[in-house]
C-alpha cells in the first residue's frame, strides 16, 4: 500500500517463534464461542423503503462522547439498551485509534446490532481506515489506553518471557526498550484485532458501503476505481482484499519471511530481501515461497487498500467541485443513490456541511474532544429532510454548505475577500519588479497576499479574471482586489499560507503529494486560460499550494483581448473540458457576462468570452472521469 506509515520495530528472531507460539495460545482462548453480531447481516449492503435514518461519524475511541450523543439521539436508552425501534442507524467507521475507549465502543455496537435487529431496525457499521489498518498490523495511531484495555487477553507469563528473551538478544538494560516498543496490552490487542480475534473477524464482516434509500453511507468516499461496482460486489471485493492481505501476511511470518514488529510499510521489501538471503545460501526450499512473496507484494498494493480506495479517498471531501463532480455524479448514479454521507475528514469549522449542492454530507466534526476539540454530530433523514443534533446541543439544527475556501484554504474565501477590501496592509518583503509579499489583517485574521502595482487595464483584467472565476465556481483564482500602497495603485491577491510558482518547483525539484490529483486541477487551468484568452501564462504565473498542492492562477493582467483561437501554448494539446464544466460554461450569456463584468469589460471583450467559450465547448471531453489518486 502506498498510504504514508510509520514503521514499528522488528523483534528478534528468538523472540519472534516464542511470540507466535503464545499468540497461537492465545487466538485459541479469545476466539472459542464468541458470536459475531454482523455475521448474518454482512451479505447485505441495500436497504430501502426505511422510514427514519440516524447516522454518526469518526468515534476515536469517544465512548463516553458516544454515549451521550446515542442517548441525546434517542437511539438508546440510560441504560445503553436499543431505544430507536425500527430506525436504521449508520456508523461510518473508524471506531478506534486516537483513544482510549475503543474496545468499549465496539462491545457496545456489536451488542446493539443484535437489539436493533430483534427491534426490527438495523445497526450498519461501516468499516474504517482505522478498523482496516488494525487488522493489517498498521498500528501507528493506537493510543496508550487502547493497548492498555487488552492486558486481560495475555496469556499469563507472556510478557515476561517475552521480555527476557529481548534482553537475552539485546542485553541488559534492553527492557525499557521493548517496554517501549511493545506496551502492556500490545500483545492481547493483536490477537483481539487479527483475523482470528473476537474484533478481528467482526471487523472482517464489516461491509464497506452500505446503502440506505437513497443515501449511500461510505467511510471516506468514492474514487474512479470504484466504476463498474455495485455496493454488493465492492463490498465482497473489499473484504476479499483484507483477507488476501492478512492470509498472505501468516503464511510469510509462519515462514519467518516476517516478523511481528516489522515496519508496515517495509514489509514487502523486508519478506523480499530475507528470501533473497535465503536464495542466495541455497536453501532450495526458499525457492517455493517466491510467489507467495510476489502474491503479497500485490496484495500490499490493492487499489481498493490504497488512497483511491473507499476508506482513504478524500475527493468528495476536498478536492474541486467541478471537477470532481465528474467523478461522483456518475458513480451515485451507480449506485442508485442521490446522496452521500461520508466521515474520516474533519470539517473546517467542526460542525456538519454539504458540498455538491447537498448530494454529499460530511459528518466527521471531531467526536473525540481531546484530539480534535469538536463533539458528536448525529444526521438525522426522514423523507427528504435532514437535520443534524450536535451533542449536548437540544434542538436539531440544519446543515449549510461548505463555503468555498481558495487561498489560503482554512479561511471562508468570502472571509478572505472582505479583508482584501478593507484590511490593513503590512509589507513583508519585496518578490520582484513592483510587486510584493505582503499580510492583511482583518477581523482577528492575518491572510498572506502579494500587491502587485499596476496600471488600471492590467487590475482590470485581473479583477475580470477572479469575478469570472468565483461566478463559474473554480475557484482557482485567488481572491482579489483593487488597493493601494503609499500612493501606487494595484491589485491585491491572496496567497496561501506557503505556496510556490510552478518555476519554483521546477528549480527546486518538488513533486506534488496531496489528495487532489493535479491533471484535473491543470484542466481547469487550460480551460480557463483558453476562455479569458490568457496568451501570457508562464511558470511563473502558476501557482501550489504546498500543503495540499491545490494548483492556482494569476497573471491575467493581458487576457480577455478580442481573439477566438486557441492560446499558442495550448495549440498541441488543447483542453478537455468535462461534463460539469460544460454544463457551468452553458450558463453564460451576454447578459450574465454584463452584470459581472460590465465595469471591468467593454461589450466587445465580452462578446469574445463567449465566442471562445463556444470554441471550448466544440472540442473534444475527455474520454472519462480522471483516475484516482
Not at 231 to 246: F, K, Q
Request: contains cysteine; proline residues 6%; hydrophobic residues 40%.
Amino acid at each position: 500500500m502506498t498510504n504514508t506509515r510509520l514503521p514499528h520495530p522488528p523483534v528478534p528472531g528468538t523472540t519472534t517463534r516464542l511470540l507466535r507460539a503464545l499468540l497461537a495460545c492465545a487466538v485459541l482462548a479469545a476466539t472459542t464461542g464468541v458470536p459475531l453480531p454482523a455475521a448474518a447481516q454482512a451479505a447485505q449492503s441495500e436497504w430501502r423503503g426505511v422510514g427514519r435514518v440516524v447516522a454518526f461519524a469518526d468515534v476515536h475511541g469517544a465512548y463516553a462522547e458516544l454515549v451521550t450523543l446515542l442517548r441525546e439521539s434517542a437511539v438508546i436508552d440510560a441504560q445503553d439498551r436499543w431505544a430507536a425501534g425500527r430506525t436504521h442507524v449508520v456508523s461510518l467507521g473508524d471506531l478506534l485509534d486516537r483513544g482510549a475507549d475503543s474496545r468499549k465502543v465496539m462491545d457496545l455496537l456489536m451488542r446493539l446490532q443484535d437489539e436493533a435487529a430483534a427491534a426490527g431496525g438495523g445497526l450498519r457499521v461501516v468499516i474504517g481506515n482505522h478498523e482496516a489498518m488494525n487488522v493489517l498490523g498498521d498500528l501507528r495511531y493506537v493510543a496508550p489506553g487502547e493497548y492498555a484495555s487488552y492486558t486481560d487477553l495475555e496469556p499469563a507469563g507472556q510478557r515476561a518471557a517475552l521480555r527476557t528473551a529481548w534482553e537475552q538478544r539485546n542485553g541488559p538494560g534492553s527492557g525499557t526498550a521493548f517496554d517501549q516498543k511493545f506496551p502492556p496490552g500490545y500483545f492481547g490487542h493483536r490477537v483481539a484485532l487479527g483475523p482470528e480475534g473476537r474484533y478481528g473477524r467482526w471487523i472482517l464482516g464489516l461491509p464497506v458501503a452500505v446503502v440506505v434509500n437513497d443515501t449511500l453511507f461510505m467511510h471516506a468516499g468514492p474514487s474512479a476505481a470504484l466504476r463498474g461496482m455495485s455496493v454488493s460486489d465492492l463490498n465482497i471485493r473489499y473484504r476479499t482484499a483484507l483477507v488476501d492481505y492478512a492470509r498472505l501476511e501468516a503464511q510469510l511470518e509462519q515462514a519467518g519471511l516476517l516478523q511481528p514488529g516489522d515496519g508496515f510499510n517495509a514489509r514487502p521489501q523486508l519478506a523480499a530481501e530475507r528470501l533473497a538471503a535465503r536464495v542466495a545460501t541455497g536453501d532450495e526450499k526458499a525457492k517455493d515461497l517466491e510467489a507467495t512473496v510476489q502474491a503479497f507484494t500485490q496484495a500490499d498494493d490493492h487499489p481498493l487498500l490504497n488512497p483511491a480506495g473507499p476508506n482513504w479517498y478524500r475527493g468528495a471531501a476536498l478536492c474541486n467541485e467541478v471537477s470532481e463532480t465528474d467523478v461522483l455524479a456518475p458513480l451515485l448514479q451507480q449506485f442508485g443513490v442521490n446522496r452521500l454521507v461520508v466521515g474520516h475528514t474533519p470539517t473546517r469549522n467542526l460542525r456538519a456541511v454539504t458540498r455538491f449542492d447537498g448530494r454529499v454530507v460530511k459528518l466527521d466534526t471531531g467526536m473525540n474532544r481531546a484530539v480534535y476539540k469538536g463533539r458528536g454530530a448525529a444526521l438525522f433523514i426522514d423523507g427528504t429532510k435532514l437535520g443534524v443534533r450536535y451533542a449536548g446541543e437540544p434542538e436539531v439544527a440544519s446543515l449549510s454548505p461548505e463555503g468555498l475556501h481558495v487561498a489560503p484554504d482554512d479561511v471562508e474565501d468570502a472571509a478572505v475577500a472582505a479583508a482584501l477590501e478593507s484590511g490593513t496592509i503590512s509589507v513583508v518583503g519585496p518578490r520582484g519588479a513592483d510587486t510584493m509579499d505582503v499580510v492583511v489583517e482583518h477581523a482577528g485574521r492575518k491572510i498572506p497576499a502579494v500587491f502587485a502595482v499596476r496600471k488600471d487595464d492590467a487590475v482590470r483584467n485581473e479583477l475580470a479574471a477572479y469575478r469570472l472565476d468565483r461566478h463559474l465556481g473554480l475557484g482557482i483564482v485567488p481572491a482579489t482586489a483593487r488597493r493601494e500602497i503609499q500612493g501606487r495603485p494595484g491589485y491585491l491577491q491572496a496567497r496561501p499560507e506557503k505556496w510556490v510558482t510552478q518555476g519554483d518547483a521546477q528549480r527546486q525539484s518538488l513533486r506534488g503529494g496531496g489528495w487532489c490529483a493535479l491533471e484535473p486541477q491543470f484542466q481547469l487551468v487550460y480551460a480557463f486560460d483558453m476562455l479569458v484568452g490568457n496568451e501570457a501564462r508562464t511558470a511563473e504565473t502558476l501557482l501550489f499550494d504546498t500543503s495540499e498542492w491545490n494548483v492556482y492562477v494569476t497573471g491575467q493582467e493581458r487576457a480577455f483581448g478580442v481573439g477566438k483561437s486557441v492560446p499558442e501554448y495550448l495549440a498541441a494539446r488543447p483542453p478537455t473540458p468535462g461534463v460539469e464544466l460544460r454544463r457551468r460554461l452553458g450558463t453564460l450569456s451576454a447578459p450574465t457576462l454584463a452584470t459581472v463584468l460590465g465595469e471591468l469589460l467593454d461589450e466587445r471583450r465580452r462578446k469574445a468570452i463567449l465566442d471562445r467559450r463556444d470554441a471550448l465547448l466544440a472540442l473534444p471531453a475527455a474520454a472519462a472521469a480522471h483516475p484516482a489518486r
